[in-house]
């Protein structure tokens, strides 16, 4: 049962339970980009990203990945365990686009002969800067051992990811993805994976079927994530 809301983010609202190990978060329709500067609705989104995070998750999980999952509750909410996020955004990037075509002069589309793994220190105010392992030791974000743990559990879902979404017709660009720890310190795969976190692009005509298509004004941008889910969920 759901009790008092605890936090109400840009795409999620999270309540409290009577068990003070477990949340239920609500994906909500409302999109924003550039740290909040442009908001929008997508209708439909908060139930196709609960889905499908719940979907990935769960395949995740037999693949050996730990997540915060519990049970989907209905079309746009889930019971999941609680954790203390771990201040990062840990991006995993297989081909050149957004912010590192920008900073690196690198076309978009540019396969990069070797998977990288950014992290950026998750602070609205800030604007989310990119922080290495020097600066995350420095400033406690995570221990050594975590971050070890962290980066292994991202080229996991990368790599599973990347294998299965190729079978969907879709190339996995990019994306991101949260950690938590529990009350007894294990690490685990928190928040969600769906077309608002990743880049899609469609394997044959390059398409892009994700947030893109509302960041840059593509159009049809239900339409994309429609397309997603069912290329996933069948
Ligand atoms: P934002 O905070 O960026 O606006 P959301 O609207 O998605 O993002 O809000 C969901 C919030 O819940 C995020 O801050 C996320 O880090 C946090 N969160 C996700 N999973 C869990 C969890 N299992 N336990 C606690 N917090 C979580
Ligand atoms: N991303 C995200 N939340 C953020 C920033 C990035 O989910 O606050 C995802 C984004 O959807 C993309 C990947 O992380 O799949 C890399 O994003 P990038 O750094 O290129 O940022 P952007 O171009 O969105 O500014």
Do not use: Q
Not at 18 to 31: G, N, Q
Not at 114 to 130: H, I, N, W
Not at 157 to 164: A, E, T
């Amino acid at each position: 049962m759901k009790k008092e809301m605890l936090y109400e983010g840009k795409a999620k609202k999270v309540y409290a339970t009577e068990d003070p190990e477990v949340l239920i978060v609500s994906y909500k329709d409302d999109a924003t980009a550039f740290n909040g500067l442009k908001k929008g609705t997508i209708v439909g989104k908060g139930a196709i990203n609960n889905r499908m995070t719940n979907y990935l998750m769960k395949k995740l999980e037999e693949e050996g990945v730990p997540t915060h999952f519990i049970r989907e509750l209905n079309d746009t909410e889930t019971e999941v365990k609680k954790v203390t996020i771990v201040p990062l955004e840990v991006i995993v990037r297989n081909i050149a686009a957004g912010s590192l075509s920008k900073r690196l002069g690198l076309p978009e589309g540019t396969k990069l002969k070797k998977t990288v793994l950014e992290y950026s220190y998750k602070d609205d105010a800030l604007g989310d800067p990119m922080v290495n392992d020097y600066h995350i030791f420095a400033m406690d974000l995570a221990t050594p051992e975590e971050l070890n743990l962290i980066a292994k559990y991202a080229n996991m879902v990368n790599d599973y990811l990347s294998k299965f979404l190729l079978e969907c017709g879709i190339v996995l660009v990019d994306f991101k993805i949260e950690f938590g720890k529990t009350s007894d310190g294990t690490i685990i795969l928190a928040d969600e994976i769906s077309p608002d976190t990743c880049r899609f692009w469609d394997a044959k005509t390059g398409e892009k079927l994700d947030k893109d298509r509302f960041r840059r004004d593509l159009g049809n941008v239900e339409g994309a994530y429609a397309e997603v889910f069912k290329r996933i969920m069948g």
